[in-house]
Nanobody
């Protein structure tokens, strides 16, 4: 059974950086579309970024230009590099995966069947 495992969250000051990692335990990352989502207290889950099997990427407007996403197939890991962090980036970040050959990727949560437990990111002002 596929179970994504996230790591890399923590506490950082505004303007700082963090790198989140996602390992799709039970599979290999290059077979999957991988998405990153976040949910802050009292807010809806928000799609942050995704990467398709072919390398197509997408970003939410709120993070475009600050976040990047990349695959490391040798290490079976997808990374979300978060730079210039803001207090409004504070949330629990979730990795989600879906086995698909679709060329694109999507920021819609219903596109993904397997979810990680989440990792907390807190940005202090």
């Amino acid at each position: 059974q596929l179970q994504p495992v996230e790591s890399g969250g923590g506490l950082v000051q505004s303007g700082g950086s963090l790198r989140l990692s996602c390992v799709p335990s039970g599979g290999t990352s290059d077979y999957y579309m991988v998405g990153w989502f976040r949910q802050a207290p009292g807010k809806d889950r928000e799609g942050v970024s995704c990467i398709s099997r072919s390398g197509y990427t997408n970003f939410a407007d709120s993070v475009r230009g600050r976040f990047t996403i990349a695959r490391d197939n040798a290490n079976n890991t997808v990374y979300l590099q978060m730079n210039s962090l803001k207090p409004e980036d504070t949330a629990v970040y979730y990795c989600a995966v879906e086995r698909t050959d679709i060329r694109q990727c999507f920021l819609a949560f219903w596109r993904y069947g397997s979810w990680g437990q989440g990792t907390q990111v807190t940005v202090s002002s």
